[in-house]
């Protein structure tokens, strides 16, 4: 029989999904959608993470397959697809399915059972029911929940400032303790702190401030006290700034708002005719996945594009389990990135991706710089963003070192520390003469991610 409404209908968990995935009839949702002219296809639509997600559908027996972690099956994703191929208002570009699509074809048992049909627990879920009483917009309810959001948005100002004022009597009480004795009380005074800005609704200087301990006992325990006094101070700085955002350039207050943890949405973004815009072929040269204390995990997709570094992060509940951002090291796409607003601009989300990505073998596009200069950008990169975190090198010519226990990456005017992770894994660059690459340098220790040398590739 194949995809039809009536069919769309029958397999539709209930009447909400179906108004979801109305939503997403837009081709702007969907970087990637295509066929393989026999019955099968596919797309990849942008959610709230970097990584869009990827759906496959069947078209003769409504089978589907979404990589997100809905609860309802099909998801608004699985639904919107097979509903924008029965209106064939888009072009559904005929091509190879690629390798995820395959790897569910091999994993599926057979034909999807036929869907339940409509019963007095489940209503019929019906399409035209959505487009009759979605018509009509009251103008009285959408200026009441205007109000309601700038109502909103004042009362998070209001306990912001009020968690800032308790985080300046935490600054002085730790001053006042003796900051050689705080990495030792770091854990406990750290996690009270933490909490109270959780309560206050300033979650990203709470996700700071949690993660402090794990940072201060990275080090050796004769440099915690000076460590902590940066990290202290940059609490400072940050409150600081926050109170006085009114005074700061426009890029520097989206900053200090984010660091503090307001977020700014993609739709929001997309339509800020200021926002930075970047096409061309991205280049994927790191990737980052670490779990936070909020029981997220963060992913981080480092991407070099011609002029321009770029990362995209996205944050998944450890619960969902195992996840990857997608992509993996080496591989090359065709993209147009949005970036957020930034004095120095690196996190971007993909507005619209034009090819999927494949692997290359080719050598990274590395900048004709040594490690110097490339330090240098980020001194510059730092007066900009006082709490910038960590920053992408690229060089050329550089050499592994080995000091004692620790290992550096140095060229003729300096020398940063490898991350003590890395030590065992870098020792075998020690034997090369230079070597050309890309690193994230967090203003304290190195993270050596990509390197081309003479006997071939090395990645983290």
């Known amino acids: ?43 990849e639509c942008q959610g709230s993470g970097a990584t869009p997600y990827r759906i496959s559908v069947t078209e003769a027996d409504a089978g589907y397959k979404c990589s997100c972690p809905s609860r309802k099956f099909p998801c608004k994703h ?47 879920a ?79 200087l709470a996700l700071r ?76 040269w790191a990737i980052r996945n670490e779990v936070q204390p909020d029981k997220l995990r963060r992913i981080e997709t480092w991407l070099q594009g011609s002029d321009q570094q770029a990362v995209l ?20 796409f065709e993209a147009e990135l949005v970036f957020y607003p930034s004095s120095v601009p690196l996190r971007a989300f993909i507005a619209g991706q034009i090819t999927g990505a494949n692997s290359s073998d080719a050598p990274l596009a590395l900048p004709v710089q040594d490690l110097s200069a490339s330090y240098g950008l980020y001194e510059e990169a730092l007066i900009k963003k006082p709490w910038l975190g960590e920053y992408p090198l690229m060089f050329r010519g550089a050499r592994v070192k080995r000091w004692g226990d620790d290992i550096y990456l140095s060229d003729n005017e300096i020398s940063l520390p490898l991350a003590k992770s890395q030590s065992t894994a870098t020792w075998p660059l020690l034997q090369l003469e230079a070597i050309d690459g890309a690193a994230l340098w967090d203003g304290n220790e190195l993270t050596l991610c990509w390197s081309e040398t003479a006997l071939g590739r090395w990645t983290a």
């Not at 992060?313 to 090359?332: L, N, Q, R």
């Open 126 to 204: 019906s399409i035209a029911d959505i487009e009759e009483t979605e018509v009509v917009t009251d103008p009285r309810a959408e200026a009441r929940a205007a109000a309601t959001r700038e109502r909103s948005r004042l009362e998070r100002e209001a306990s912001i400032a009020g968690g800032l004022d308790e985080l300046d009597t935490w600054l002085v009480d730790q001053m006042d303790g003796g900051l050689a004795a705080f990495p030792t009380k770091a854990s406990s005074a750290c996690r009270v702190m933490a909490q109270r800005l959780f309560d206050a609704k300033a979650s990203g």
């Open 1 to 43: 029989m194949g995809l039809t409404l009536a069919k769309i209908e029958e397999v539709a968990p209930d009447q909400g999904s179906l108004a979801a995935a109305k939503k997403l009839l837009k081709l702007s949702n969907w970087p990637a959608i295509a066929q393989n002219g026999s019955g099968l296809i596919w797309g």
């Open 209 to 284: 401030v949690d993660g402090m301990p794990a940072r201060l006992f990275a080090f050796p325990e004769v440099e915690r006290p000076i460590a902590a006094v940066r990290e202290l101070g940059t609490l400072h700085l940050a409150a600081q700034a926050y109170r006085r955002q009114d005074h700061l350039s426009e890029p520097l207050r989206h900053d200090i708002r984010q660091l503090i943890g307001w977020n700014l949405t993609r739709e929001a973004l997309l339509a800020d005719r200021n926002a930075l815009h970047v096409s061309g072929i991205w280049r994927v």
């Open 313 to 332: 992060i996205e944050y998944v509940p450890v619960s969902t389990g195992a996840s990857s951002s997608g992509y993996s090291v080496g591989d090359t």
């Open 78 to 124: 699985a639904l919107a697809l097979m509903w924008m191929r029965v209106e064939g208002k888009v072009d559904f570009a005929i091509g190879t399915a690629p390798d995820w699509v395959n790897d569910w074809l091999s994993r599926r048992r057979g034909p999807s059972a036929v869907a339940p049909t409509a019963t007095a627990d489940k209503p019929k």
